[in-house]
């Protein structure tokens, strides 16, 4: 090797060195509580009550469902506005197959899912059935039976009503407007209080502030704000994209990862004027609407948009966020034989790893070797580690994405980079690249040992003071153990 050659290498490294930045997380103070119910898991109402469909008494699905728990099972969506309860049924009944019918949910079926959440260590958020009327106020009858079969059985259910109310018209041919929405949820606050006092109410579940417009959410919030009535959690669901037209390229650009930031300042805005100081809850939420994008919300790509959401929201304070779905459709954490997708696994490391506690991360950058450096290619959140995890208190996890086209190196600052780093780097496994359905943690093939076990998942250590790298296009969690981080005391 010629003398110049060593000179330009060594040079190149000095400037990999001194252009490398150093994150700094914050380590005295933390900003938000967000609890352990932010990553949360929901399941379209139709399939819960469908006999035919899953066995909630499986043990693979009870044993999937435990890792990630806790957390909100939400049982809801397009088809809870369809849905009757019967109670003199005691028996399954088979169900028609059609989206927009009316079909059963039995007392057995009821039972089967409470005690698989309860099992599971899930907790049930309810969505009911605001399509039954009585001109044009909702006609709560059918829910009294619900409320009157759960009220001592299962008094830790929490409540919703209806579904995306105003695409209604556009999309369900009903007309509800928000004025008369506001006051169906007044009907059914009166009765929470009186049979289950220690449930929450929340609501209205619109979608996308920026889909039609925000003003139903904002004229539902408003009605109830004039008639003193106050919901536990303001809930709206976000979508990055349409799931028929959106492209691979979409699940790593970051103008689009930046829509979920733009639609929350619109929400904040409109909670601080008719709602202050209510918990706002996303309470459905994907990658990509109309049951996400084939072949791809099931695959690798996904995490960015999932983690990325999951970093945002515990920076703003959210406390709930229900993945759609557990199981069925392109985005769902489980195929239809209850194999684990990517997300599930990435959901899975997650609860393992991420405690409540957020902290501040300031000079979010590194250095790559892509041609996308411009500084929202590389995304980091921080968090105290969580209790579960096994490390001590006081350690702290960082979630980092890499959406760049070349490999990207970092280093933590200050007192949290004097720690060795537990590396848990995601990425892809097998065939596919970004579209493969198999991930491996530290080039480990994740999956069940059997259909009871969930895999213990390694860390590798790096020693500190060692540039972290990450390759492109990848994301990974990152716990510094050897610390006592005030913060997360
Ligand atoms: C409930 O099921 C019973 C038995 O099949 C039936 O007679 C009754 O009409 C059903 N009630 C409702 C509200 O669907
Ligand atoms: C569902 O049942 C309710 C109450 O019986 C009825 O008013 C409504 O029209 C039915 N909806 C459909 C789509 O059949
Ligand atoms: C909201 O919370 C802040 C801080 O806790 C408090 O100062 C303020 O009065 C609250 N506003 C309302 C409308 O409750
Ligand atoms: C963050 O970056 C700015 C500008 O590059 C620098 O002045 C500051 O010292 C950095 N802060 C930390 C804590 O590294
Ligand atoms: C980065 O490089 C790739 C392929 O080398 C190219 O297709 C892409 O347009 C480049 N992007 C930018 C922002 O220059």
Redesign the pocket.
């Given at each position: 090797m010629s003398r110049t050659i060593r000179l330009l290498q060594w040079l190149t490294m000095c400037i990999i060195a001194v252009s490398t930045e150093l994150i700094y997380i914050d380590d005295e103070h933390y900003m938000y509580d967000v609890g352990d119910r932010l990553l949360s898991i929901g399941l379209e109402s139709q399939y819960v009550a469908d006999p035919t469909r899953f066995d909630f008494r499986s043990t693979k699905l009870l044993q999937l469902a435990k890792g990630l728990a806790p957390a909100y099972l939400r049982i809801g969506g397009t088809s809870c506005d369809f849905l009757?309860f019967?109670e003199?049924?005691s028996k399954d009944v088979t169900l028609p197959t059609l989206p927009r019918s009316n079909y059963?949910l039995s007392e057995k079926r009821f039972d089967d899912i409470n005690n698989f959440a309860a099992q599971s260590g899930l907790r049930l958020l309810f969505d009911l059935n605001v399509f039954l009327r009585k001109g044009p106020a909702w006609d709560p009858t059918n829910s009294q039976e619900i409320f009157t079969y759960a009220k001592n059985k299962y008094p830790n259910i929490d409540w919703q009503l209806g579904n995306e109310p105003d695409l209604y018209r556009v999309s369900l041919n009903m007309d509800i407007s928000a004025e008369h929405l506001a006051h169906d949820f007044e009907t059914l606050s009166h009765t929470r209080s009186k049979s289950f006092p220690s449930s929450l109410v929340v609501g209205p579940d619109t979608t996308n502030p920026s889909f039609l417009s925000s003003s139903y959410m904002a004229s539902f919030l408003k009605t109830l704000h004039s008639d003193n009535t106050r919901i536990d959690a303001v809930t709206w669901h976000h979508y990055y994209t349409n799931g028929k037209t959106a492209k691979l390229a979409d699940f790593t650009d970051p103008e689009l990862l930046d829509n979920l930031q733009r639609e929350i300042d619109v929400v904040e805005d409109i909670v601080s004027r008719y709602a202050p100081n209510t918990t706002v809850w996303l309470g459905e939420t994907s990658s990509a609407y109309g049951g996400g994008a084939p072949g791809i919300s099931d695959r690798y790509v996904a995490g960015f948009m999932w983690l990325d959401k999951l970093g945002i929201l515990a920076r703003h304070n959210y406390k709930v966020a229900i993945r759609w779905s557990l199981i069925v459709s392109n985005y769902a954490l489980l195929d239809p034989d209850l194999n684990p997708n990517p997300d599930y696994w990435t959901s899975y490391l997650y609860k393992t790893l991420v405690g409540g506690r957020v902290l501040g991360v300031t000079n979010i950058s590194a250095s790559t070797s892509g041609n996308e450096s411009d500084g929202k290619h590389f995304r980091v959140y921080a968090h105290c580690t969580n209790k579960r995890s096994g490390y001590n208190t006081g350690s702290v996890v960082v979630i980092a994405l890499n959406l760049n086209n070349g490999a990207a190196t970092w280093k933590a600052a200050g007192y949290v980079g004097s720690s060795s780093v537990d590396q848990y780097l995601i990425t892809s496994y097998g065939s596919g690249g970004l579209l493969s359905k198999n991930v491996a943690v530290n080039g480990h093939h994740v999956q069940m040992l059997n259909d009871e076990t969930l895999p213990i998942i390694k860390a590798l250590n790096i020693p500190r003071g060692t540039l972290i790298n990450m390759p492109a296009k990848t994301y990974g969690f990152y716990v510094f153990p050897d610390i006592q981080a005030n913060a997360c005391k």
């Amino acid at each position: 090797m010629s003398r110049t050659i060593r000179l330009l290498q060594w040079l190149t490294m000095c400037i990999i060195a001194v252009s490398t930045e150093l994150i700094y997380i914050d380590d005295e103070h933390y900003m938000y509580d967000v609890g352990d119910r932010l990553l949360s898991i929901g399941l379209e109402s139709q399939y819960v009550a469908d006999p035919t469909r899953f066995d909630f008494r499986s043990t693979k699905l009870l044993q999937l469902a435990k890792g990630l728990a806790p957390a909100y099972l939400r049982i809801g969506g397009t088809s809870c506005d369809f849905l009757l309860f019967n109670e003199s049924l005691s028996k399954d009944v088979t169900l028609p197959t059609l989206p927009r019918s009316n079909y059963t949910l039995s007392e057995k079926r009821f039972d089967d899912i409470n005690n698989f959440a309860a099992q599971s260590g899930l907790r049930l958020l309810f969505d009911l059935n605001v399509f039954l009327r009585k001109g044009p106020a909702w006609d709560p009858t059918n829910s009294q039976e619900i409320f009157t079969y759960a009220k001592n059985k299962y008094p830790n259910i929490d409540w919703q009503l209806g579904n995306e109310p105003d695409l209604y018209r556009v999309s369900l041919n009903m007309d509800i407007s928000a004025e008369h929405l506001a006051h169906d949820f007044e009907t059914l606050s009166h009765t929470r209080s009186k049979s289950f006092p220690s449930s929450l109410v929340v609501g209205p579940d619109t979608t996308n502030p920026s889909f039609l417009s925000s003003s139903y959410m904002a004229s539902f919030l408003k009605t109830l704000h004039s008639d003193n009535t106050r919901i536990d959690a303001v809930t709206w669901h976000h979508y990055y994209t349409n799931g028929k037209t959106a492209k691979l390229a979409d699940f790593t650009d970051p103008e689009l990862l930046d829509n979920l930031q733009r639609e929350i300042d619109v929400v904040e805005d409109i909670v601080s004027r008719y709602a202050p100081n209510t918990t706002v809850w996303l309470g459905e939420t994907s990658s990509a609407y109309g049951g996400g994008a084939p072949g791809i919300s099931d695959r690798y790509v996904a995490g960015f948009m999932w983690l990325d959401k999951l970093g945002i929201l515990a920076r703003h304070n959210y406390k709930v966020a229900i993945r759609w779905s557990l199981i069925v459709s392109n985005y769902a954490l489980l195929d239809p034989d209850l194999n684990p997708n990517p997300d599930y696994w990435t959901s899975y490391l997650y609860k393992t790893l991420v405690g409540g506690r957020v902290l501040g991360v300031t000079n979010i950058s590194a250095s790559t070797s892509g041609n996308e450096s411009d500084g929202k290619h590389f995304r980091v959140y921080a968090h105290c580690t969580n209790k579960r995890s096994g490390y001590n208190t006081g350690s702290v996890v960082v979630i980092a994405l890499n959406l760049n086209n070349g490999a990207a190196t970092w280093k933590a600052a200050g007192y949290v980079g004097s720690s060795s780093v537990d590396q848990y780097l995601i990425t892809s496994y097998g065939s596919g690249g970004l579209l493969s359905k198999n991930v491996a943690v530290n080039g480990h093939h994740v999956q069940m040992l059997n259909d009871e076990t969930l895999p213990i998942i390694k860390a590798l250590n790096i020693p500190r003071g060692t540039l972290i790298n990450m390759p492109a296009k990848t994301y990974g969690f990152y716990v510094f153990p050897d610390i006592q981080a005030n913060a997360c005391k």
